[in-house]
């Protein structure tokens, strides 16, 4: 390229352009949440929708006046699941004085753990992150606030005990991403296998699972009694795909929560009748919340995204962890109205909502100092062909098999780091 | 104006060759060092642990890189995984109570002894030929380390990195960090200026124009592209040790993916390949790009009051960063140094335009 | 581990082995053509299904025309990636074309995802989804079909070579200054391999897209596209066919084999561990012409 003088002005000028501050917006009487969110690499499957949801609830609360005159504003970025990027937004949120992060990544959850504890600023984990970070002595800032994937293991299990009676000689298969995500509920499956008398086996794929088609006659030839499907956007679709053409039944087989509307679309929706998943939210337009949300917030044209999402199951996942998050902080304010409104402050109030269920969206949860879990609550539901419907009531199963897990991994990460 | 080259006579040959002779430079880089130096007590944090100090890193270990692709013409898209081996390596030494000083040199030379492995590719390709072979090494080192619990840190697969200290002073907080990454860059830095004053560096461009040539000569391929791989990794590996301990602070397997070499090789081309100017100018676009267009669109929407669904509000910085990528290569190849030289080089006789060729 | 599942696991490796080739077919005529990498294919898959999504349903256009349209959308795409990109990078070095490639595939991933949406899209080329049963063999039908379409493609390609147009590429591969003095239009010919690199990704990307449905991860299966064109031998067609089978086969039989001694999906390393000992063993490929180097 050859620079003369007019290219140089150009270039001179644009700099200085780019230099001039852009007003910065109003930030009095503010209570501030980072949602930093992988919306362009691994979790495209999920994000849109959660954080439609998360927006919607939030802006819902807003509309309502806020509470004491606080609103509270929802920072949403792409950190396309690179981690520098989260550590930007994590450092800026840290100056600018937000009180929770909410990463919706897994690898990211681990990499921000030790600054969320360093520089006290609450993450919120939903489904995601390390199982363990429900102990709350050990991680006082990581805040799963939802049922893990121990929980949700330990949920599937025990549904299906109730269904056949006994587990005892039956054989159970995991298929699973070969990532840490898709490795966790395996301690779990092998230590209810001893305490219950079934057979267990894990066939892991490499993610994120486009081709499986190795796996699934090995599946077959095991002759499982249940099968469970354990990933996420892609992979899921292709594990239906392919128990479908190789003829497994599908009313006994189980995905963890990510499994939505889209996934049974792709596969096709009467083709997937019968499958089951774990539910941590109702799924559906029925619940009160989303109704006012479509009455106050959609109606109103206000909606962040297109209507057609509200109600699915990753939307209302959003929208249980908005509320969840501005129930925590109700609490904040109850326990300390003046503030001062930083990290511990919310803190507290995350560490003791009490039997909150957003007006029947969710099940009971009951966070304490030490369970930051919140009960792991869930329900176990069943695909009709156009929607998912409960099969089970809202409850927890296995806890005391969860938290065993859950306290030897935290004891090691107190003691050791890892 | 600015970059005067008027007065300025060699009398020595040490001081034609010195690296900058022209006083402007040399006020320049002492500027800029000053500014780096005196960053943590004048900047606030954000800018220091946010911006710099990644950029430090991502700088040095394009540096690194920048070595093998621009010294020595040798493709390398695994430089993630030799990364991965430092700071494994590295975090592994201080759990295990190894100073980190020590540390730091057998996680580099662990990095370079299997970096060389990645070589011996070379010794028989080059070109896309070598560009597959290392990418698919990056995949078995990936599939390594996530795979042996010994390794990655079990279940969990994640691994806490103690506090160390750096010649007796505690790297906590975030002014420390700061200056170790800042001590690296400057000794890579200053051994990259050098490197190519030296017969190495010369017996490295010699193998980058023709490897064949270069033998004819006596130039030792098998040495050389061997030696090229060592050095590059070693940095590497020292990057990635320090990336771990002043920056990651808990190392997991997905940081070094495939997706960090990529990043890598792009901040050396569009940097400018073989430029040391280049690797810092590269390093902070790739790395801020996104970041930069991620404000902006987003500042743009709610300024304008835009309603452009969230898809497409997230994936426009994507694209931007993929057409800049593209651009760049376009409309320069030799990169981001080359346009700042061209610069340097309308104020070097400034106003005298017509001097210029 | 009993026989039977072995050679099932070999049927369907073979299937599937034959998709990743239809990929791997757009890298080796790009590569045989003009010497240039193509590290974009798998992208340009992902664009293909793309396209063919959004001409099926935005468009309401049936899936058969869609198809067509898609492969004809995308063929333009090629030949104008070629002209407005990679004509201007002639005589840079290879690192730059591969960067300017993976720059392209960056850019595709943001185009896709961000116009059509990020949730994963259906593509229902109509294949029932029951299984066909040999024995106790089964063959999975999306597969079946997948893979007999791929080597027809990669069949037709090998036919294309002996054609007009394919003796006017194999001269422009042998040289292009000579092709250039006997009147051969060099760059409209390499414009047309784009163009049909293109096509062919599109193709696999429907294929995939009906097996997995469309999302960025389509752009994933570049890796198994360039361990079998590096084993095959990147110039060499022929070399496609017979590396796809046994890429195929032989990462399926390691996931049935290998996996449960690792306890980890290998079924990525299979390809990366055939790279690697394709290059330390014969470096060209089966099938690839040795380039002799001249100073």
Known sequence: MHIDRRTFLAGGSALLIGQVPLPARAQDKLIKFGAPQDFTKVYTFVTAEYSQGQRDYITLFNERGGIKGFKVHLDVIDHGNDLPRAIEAFERYKREGYVLVDPLSTPMARGLVTRALEDKINMVTTLSGRSDAADGTAFPYVMPLSPNYWSQAALIIDFFQKQDKDLKGKKIVLVHIDTPFGREPIPIYQALAQKLGYEFQAFPYTPPGNDQSAIWPQVRRARPDWVIFWGAGVGQTVALNEAIRNGLPLDRMSSSVWLSESDMEVVGKDATKGVLKFEAAAGGREPKVIQDILKEVVAKGKGAGPEGKVGTSYYNIGVMMGAIQIEGLRKAFEKAPDGPYTGPWLNEGLRSITNFTADGLLPPITTTKQDHQGGGRGRIARWDGSKFVAQSDWGSAYEDVVWAEIRKYSEEFKKSGK | ?357 | MDLILLGELAINGVLVGLMYGLIALGIVLVYKTSGLANLAQGALAMAGGYVTVALATLAGLPMWAAVVAALAVMFVCGMLIERVMLRRMIGQPVIMIIMLTLGLEIFLRGVGPGIFGSAVKPLDLGIRQAPIIVGDILINRAYLIGGAISALLIMATIALFNSRLGVRMRAVSDDQTASWSVGIRVERTIAIAWGLAAALATAAGILWGSVQGVDWSLSLLLMKALAISILGGLDSIAGVLLAAVIVGVAESLATGILDPLVGGGTRDIVASVIIVMTLLVRPYGLFGREHIERV
């Open chain 2, 1 to 357: 104006m600015l970059y005067r080259q008027a007065g300025i006579r060699h009398r020595r040959y040490a001081a034609e060759r010195q690296l900058w002779p022209l006083t402007f430079d040399r006020m320049l880089v002492g500027a800029v060092a000053l500014f780096l130096l005196a960053a943590p007590f004048t900047l606030d944090r954000l800018y220091v642990s946010g911006y710099l100090l990644p950029w430090l890193l991502w700088s040095s270990a394009a540096l690194g890189l920048n070595l093998l692709m621009g010294g020595a013409g040798q493709i390398h898209l695994g430089y993630g995984a030799v990364m991965a081996i430092g700071a494994y390596s590295s975090v592994h030494l201080v759990r295990n109570g190894v100073p980190f000083e020590l540390a730091l040199i057998l996680s580099g030379s662990m990095s370079a002894a299997i970096g060389i492995i990645f070589g011996a590719a070379a010794l028989r390709v080059k070109g896309l030929y070598l560009a597959m072979s290392t990418l698919a090494m990056q995949y078995i080192v990936d599939f390594t380390i996530s795979h042996a619990p010994g390794i990655s840190g079990g279940t969990q697969a994640s691994l806490q990195v103690p506090r160390v200290s750096v010649l007796g002073i505690p790297v906590t907080g975030e002014v420390a960090p700061y200056y170790v990454a800042l001590a690296l860059c400057a000794i890579v830095t200053l051994f990259m200026l050098n490197v190519g004053r030296t017969s190495f560096g010369r017996a490295l461009a010699a193998i980058r124009e023709k490897d064949y040539a270069a033998e004819i000569i006596g130039v030792s391929t098998f040495k050389y592209k061997l030696l090229a791989f060592w050095t590059s990794s070693f940095i590497g590996g020292a990057v990635g040790a320090v990336l771990a301990v002043c920056y990651l602070r808990i190392v997991t397997p997905d940081q070094f993916h495939l997706d960090l070499s990529i990043q890598l090789v792009a901040m050396v081309i569009v940097g400018g390949l073989g430029s040391v100017l280049g690797s810092f100018f590269g390093a902070a676009l790739i790395l801020f790009a996104p970041i930069f267009f991620n404000h902006a669109i987003g500042m743009l929407a709610a300024g304008l009051g835009l309603s452009i669904s969230t898809d497409l509000r997230s994936h426009i910085p994507l694209m931007l960063y993929g057409g800049l990528i593209i651009l760049f290569l376009l409309v320069e190849p030799l990169g981001l140094a080359k346009m700042y030289d061209n610069v340097r080089k309308y104020f070097l006789v400034w106003p005298f335009r017509h001097v210029r060729k």
